[in-house]
Each structure stands twice: as C-alpha cells, then as structure tokens.
C-alpha cells in the first residue's frame, strides 16, 4: 500500500511538471517578448549594459524612440559601444546630424567600427574629404572591407594610385571582391596583364560571377 501511494504521488509529480513544460511552450510571441524585456530590464538595472541596448532594441522595434534613446543613452553611458552606435543612427534617421556624430564619435573611439565607418560617410557627404578618409582607415582597421575599398576609390580618384592600391589589396585580401577588380584594373592598365588575371582571378573566387567573366576573358587574351 505504501509503495503505491509513492508511486502514484510521483507520477502527480510527473504530470505536474509535464504541464508546467508545456505551459511555457504554449507562451504566446507577445508574452514571450514581454518576458525577454523584463528579464533584460531586470539585467540593465543590475548594471548590464548590454542588456540596456537590448531592451533599446526592443523599444526601436515598438516604434517607441524615446524610451529607445533612453536604455541606449544609459546602455552608451555605461560603455557599451554598440549602445553609443545605435543612439547615434536613431539621431540620424531624425536629422539631428550633430547628436548622431557625437555618439557615433564616442562609438568610433571604443573601437565600434561601423561608427568609423558612418562618420566617414557624414563627412564625405560635407565635402570633407580628408576627414572621410580618417574615419574610413580605422573603419578599414576593423575589418570593413568595403570601406578599404572605398578609401582606395577616393585615393585613386585624388590620382594616389599607390595608396589606392594599398588600400584595394587590404580589400581584397578581406574578401571584397570590388577590391580585387579594383587591382585587376591598375594593373592592366600598368601593362601587367599576367597580374590583371591573378587579381581577377580572386575576384572570381570570391563568387562574383561576371568578374568570372572578365577573368576568363583577360586569360584569354595572356594566351
């Protein structure tokens, strides 16, 4: 008798943990969400500051900026990087030029190298082109492949054909097949064909299909 009543108050156990499992699979997408949000503004308030620029994302993404601006000011004060960047595109997308290159300026300094990258851009649109080139070398030193190439670009545009080729070679080396066709083209126009189809040829292995192309057509011609 006592053994059955052991087993028959275990498998209570059971069903009760059972139901309480699949309760908490049947959470519906908003009580999901609301349970996320607390959980991270419970994190920021503890001093996570990861966790701000998280509960910032979810505000951006109930359209309700400026409680958004507020846990990204708070996520940026705290010296979490991405927070400062995302406060400055919200100031951005609102016109406010000024506040968005002040935070993205704080981002850029702590090493958030897409910030490097927008402030580059701010200043290319202002006509401030040595100042665009700054913010896109460190941007390239993060990686940005596509903002070395663009250094390269202006570089050749302004006649410093081997700076932009340094900065070209970077690119490419980074998987930026704009890069590659970039020194694909330098070097034909040196003359150097068997140099043009190696660098054609990487544009090609990045899987850019007409530098496929024109890598064949520049065998071709090496024939």
């Not at 993404?61 to 940026?76: G, Q, R, T, V």
């Not at 960047?85 to 030029?97: K, P, T």
């Amino acid at each position: 008798m006592f053994k059955k009543e052991i087993s028959t108050t275990f498998l209570l156990l059971l069903l009760f943990n059972s139901s309480l499992g699949l309760a908490g699979e049947n959470l519906t997408k908003k009580e999901k969400s609301l349970r996320t949000k607390r959980s991270h503004t419970r994190s920021c308030n503890a001093g996570d500051f990861a966790a701000c620029s998280k509960v910032g994302d979810i505000k951006k993404s109930k359209k309700d900026i400026p409680e958004a601006k507020k846990f990204y000011l708070k996520s940026c004060n705290g010296g979490f990087m991405k927070g400062c960047f995302n406060l400055g595109a919200l100031e951005s997308a609102e016109g406010d030029l000024e506040k968005a290159s002040l935070y993205y300026s704080l981002a850029c300094e702590g090493r958030h190298y897409l910030a490097c990258k927008e402030l580059g851009l701010m200043e290319q649109k202002k006509g401030n082109i040595e100042e665009a080139k700054k913010h896109f070398a460190k941007a390239c030193e993060g990686k940005i492949a596509v903002v070395c190439w663009a250094l390269g670009d202006l570089e050749e545009k302004a006649g410093n054909e081997a700076q932009a080729a340094s900065w070209y070679s970077i690119a490419c080396d980074e998987g930026e097949f704009l890069g590659c066709t970039s020194m694909a083209s330098i070097e034909q126009q040196k003359g150097n064909g068997p140099e043009a189809v190696k660098w054609m040829r990487r544009a090609c292995d990045e899987g850019h299909k007409s530098s496929c192309e024109m890598f064949r057509q520049l065998q071709q011609k090496e024939k």
